[in-house]
C-alpha cells in the first residue's frame, strides 16, 4: 500500500514543489509532519489563520458566512435581515442542513427564510441606510419578531453604511431588540473573523437580559454545535435521559430567549473550540461559568463527555445515571462496531473541513478501525492544531486586529462563581481539563500530515499519493475527488443525511462508510483526464 512506503517529508514535498519559491515556502508552514510533543509538550508550529495565498483554490468562505450563516442561522427566531446585493442573501438561504423544532406549530421560526435588502447601484452611490430602515420596518409590519439581527456584506463597509445607528433608532422606534453585526465579507481572512463578531454581538445585546432559570439541578450551556443533519436533536435526547438541563445551544435549535438566560447556566459545554471559544471566556469572565471542552462526535467520545459533565457536577446520583445511559446505549453501538469492523479495519481516511470536524470525526473513523493520514481545518487557529498552551506565543496581525475584542468585566449584580477556587483546583488536579483544549495534533499518529487550508491542488496530489479509502471535505470539493475513484463523504452537511452525534449517529455513521469504503464502484471511474488529458472545448473539436 502506497501509504506503507511513503515516508511524509517525501509527501510534504511533493505537495509543494510545483509552487513558486515564494509560495512554496509559505504552503511549507502549514504543511506539518506530526511528531510527539517536546519536553514542554509542544507540537510542532503550524502557521494558520493567515491570508490564503492569491492564485490557489481555497477552500475557505468569507467572515459573513461565518457571522450569519454559521453563528446566526440556526436560530429560528431572530429575524436576521442581510444588508447588501441578493447574491450575498441568496447564497446564505439555509443551504446548510441546520434544522430546528419550534415549541409549537405557531411559534415563530424564521429559517426558513431570507431576508434582504437588495442594494443596487444606487445605494452604492448614495448610502443604503434609507433602505434598510424601510426593510426593517416592512418586516416588522410582517413577522413582529421579539428582536431583528442586520448582517453586513463587504459594501456596507466600503460605502460607510452606519448599521449600527440603524440599529438603535429602529430598537427605540420599534421597542424591539434590533442590533448590527459588522462582518463584511473581507474581514478577517475567513469566516473565522465572523465568529468572533457573532459571539460579541450576540454576547453584548442579548445574552444576560432574562433572569429567570429554568428548572433542573444539572444546567449548561452547550456551546458550538449547530444542529446540522439534526446533530443537537440526538444529544438533546442524551442530556435529556442523564437528567442534564441544556438552558441554551449555540446555536443549534436555537432560540432568542435561550441566549437570553444563558447566563444562568451553572456550566458550559464546547463542541466546536473554533467558532465559540470566545463566548465560553466572556461568560466566565462575566458571569463565573467554567467551560469545559466536549466531543459528542464519536459514542466513546460522546461517553467521556457526559462523564466529564457528571465529574463537574460531582452529584453520585447523576455519576451513576451517565453511567447507566451510557452502559445501555454503548452495548447497540457495539454490535453495530463488531458488524462492520471486519471490513473497515485498516482503511485510511483523510478529513478537510472547517474548524473542527476535522478533528471530532477523527474519533468515529478510530472506532471502527480506520486510521486517518491526513487531515487539517479550513481555518483553524493555532491553538486548533497544538492546544491552548500555545494561546500566548500567537502573533496578533492587521487581520486579526481589525475583529474587537470586547473589555469583559464581572457584571456587578449577576456575576457567581460557580464553584469555590479550592473545589475547581481539586477536580483539575482529578484530571477535569476546565478551560483547556488539547487541539487536532495531540489526537494524531505520529508521521500524519497537518495541512491547514488545503488548496484545491494539493487535495489532487496527496489522492494521487495515498489513495485514501474516504476522503472528507465539502460540495467544492467532492465530484472532483470522486472523478479520482475515491469515495467522498461531505461533513460540512452530511450529504442530507446524518445525524452523526452521539450514540445513534455514531451507528449511522459506521454504517455510511462501511457502505462507501466498500463498495467497488468506484475502482471503475476513469476520469476525464485520464482519457484524454486535453481540455473538453479541444477534444471535441477533433
Ligand atoms: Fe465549527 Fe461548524 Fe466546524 Fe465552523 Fe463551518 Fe459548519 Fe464546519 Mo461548514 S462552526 S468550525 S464555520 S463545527 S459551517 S457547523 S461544517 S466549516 S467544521
Same mark, same amino acid.
Given at each position: 500500500m502506497a501509504t506503507e512506503t511513503l515516508r511524509p517529508e517525501d509527501a510534504k514535498r511533493a505537495l509543494t514543489e510545483a509552487y513558486p519559491t515564494k509560495a512554496a515556502r509559505k504552503r511549507a508552514k502549514q504543511i506539518v509532519v506530526n511528531a510527539p510533543p517536546d519536553a514542554e509538550g509542544f507540537r510542532p508550529p503550524i502557521l494558520s489563520n493567515t491570508r490564503t495565498t492569491p492564485g490557489v483554490i481555497t477552500q475557505r468562505g468569507c467572515s459573513y458566512a461565518g457571522c450569519k450563516g454559521v453563528i446566526l442561522g440556526p436560530v429560528r427566531d431572530i429575524l436576521t435581515i442581510t444588508h447588501g446585493p441578493v447574491g450575498c442573501g441568496f447564497y446564505s438561504w439555509l443551504t446548510r442542513r441546520n434544522q430546528t423544532r419550534p415549541p409549537s406549530e405557531d411559534a415563530p421560526n424564521y429559517m426558513p427564510y431570507a431576508l434582504m435588502t437588495d442594494m443596487q447601484e444606487n445605494d452604492i452611490v448614495f448610502g443604503g441606510e434609507k433602505k434598510l430602515r424601510k426593510a426593517i420596518r416592512e418586516a416588522y409590519e410582517i413577522f413582529r419578531p421579539k428582536a431583528i439581527a442586520i448582517a453586513a456584506t463587504c459594501p456596507v463597509g466600503l460605502i460607510g453604511d452606519d448599521i449600527h445607528a440603524v440599529a438603535r433608532d429602529m430598537k427605540e422606534e420599534l421597542g424591539i431588540n434590533v442590533f448590527a453585526f459588522s %462582518?463584511?465579507? =473581507? $474581514?478577517? +481572512?475567513?469566516?473565522? *473573523?465572523?465568529?468572533?463578531? *457573532? !459571539?460579541?454581538? &450576540?454576547? @453584548?445585546? +442579548? +445574552?444576560?437580559?432574562?433572569?429567570?432559570?429554568?428548572?433542573? $439541578?444539572?444546567? /449548561?450551556? #452547550? #456551546?458550538? @454545535? =449547530? !444542529? /446540522?443533519?439534526?446533530? *443537537?436533536? @440526538?444529544?438533546?435526547? &442524551? #442530556? @435529556? #435521559? %442523564?437528567? /442534564?438541563?441544556? +438552558?441554551?445551544?449555540?446555536?443549534g435549535n436555537a432560540s432568542y430567549d435561550q441566549f437570553a438566560r444563558a447566563h444562568t447556566a451553572d456550566l458550559n459545554a464546547v463542541m466546536c473550540h473554533r467558532s465559540i471559544n470566545y463566548m465560553a471566556e466572556m461568560t466566565e469572565e462575566k458571569y463565573g461559568i467554567p467551560w469545559i471542552k466536549v466531543n459528542f462526535i464519536g459514542a466513546e467520545a460522546t461517553a467521556k463527555s457526559l462523564r466529564k459533565i457528571a465529574q463537574y457536577f460531582g452529584d453520585p446520583d447523576l455519576v451513576e445515571r451517565v453511567e447507566q445511559v451510557t452502559a445501555d446505549e454503548m452495548s447497540r453501538v457495539r454490535a453495530v462496531i463488531d458488524e462492520v469492523r471486519p471490513r473497515t479495519e485498516g482503511k485510511t481516511a483523510m478529513l478537510f473541513v472547517g474548524g473542527s470536524r476535522a478533528h471530532h470525526y477523527q474519533e468515529l473513523f478510530r472506532e471502527i478501525g480506520m486510521r486517518t493520514v491526513a487531515a487539517g481545518y479550513e481555518f483553524g487557529h493555532r491553538d486548533d492544531y497544538e492546544g491552548r498552551k500555545v494561546l500566548p506565543f500567537i502573533k496578533i496581525d492587521a487581520d486579526s486586529r481589525n475583529i474587537e475584542e470586547l473589555d469583559v468585566e464581572p457584571d456587578p449584580e449577576r456575576y457567581r462563581p460557580r464553584k469555590p477556587p479550592e473545589e475547581l483546583e481539586a477536580l483539575r488536579a482529578q484530571g477535569l481539563d476546565l478551560g483547556e483544549y488539547e487541539g487536532l495534533m495531540a489526537d494524531m499518529e505520529e508521521g500524519s500530515l497537518v495541512i491547514d487550508d488545503i488548496t484545491h491542488y494539493e487535495t489532487e496530489r496527496l489522492i494521487e499519493l495515498y489513495r485514501p479509502d474516504v476522503f472528507c471535505a465539502g460540495i467544492k470539493e467532492k465530484y472532483v475527488i470522486q472523478k479520482h475513484g475515491i469515495p467522498m463523504k461531505q461533513l460540512h452537511n452530511y450529504d442530507y443525511h446524518g445525524p452523526y452525534a452521539g450514540f445513534r449517529g455514531a451507528v449511522r455513521f459506521y454504517r455510511e462508510i462501511d457502505r462507501m469504503a466498500s463498495t467497488r464502484i468506484w475502482r471503475h471511474v476513469t476520469p476525464p483526464w485520464a482519457q484524454d488529458p486535453r481540455p473538453e472545448t479541444l477534444r471535441q473539436a477533433s
Open positions: %462582518c463584511e465579507g =473581507y $474581514k478577517g +481572512v475567513s469566516q473565522s *473573523a465572523g465568529h468572533h463578531i *457573532a !459571539n460579541n454581538g &450576540i454576547f @453584548e445585546h +442579548v +445574552v444576560g437580559t432574562r433572569d429567570e432559570p429554568p428548572g433542573g $439541578k444539572f444546567r /449548561i450551556n #452547550l #456551546l458550538g @454545535e =449547530y !444542529n /446540522i443533519g439534526g446533530d *443537537a436533536f @440526538e444529544i438533546e435526547r &442524551i #442530556l @435529556e #435521559l %442523564c437528567g /442534564i438541563t441544556l +438552558v441554551s445551544t449555540f446555536s
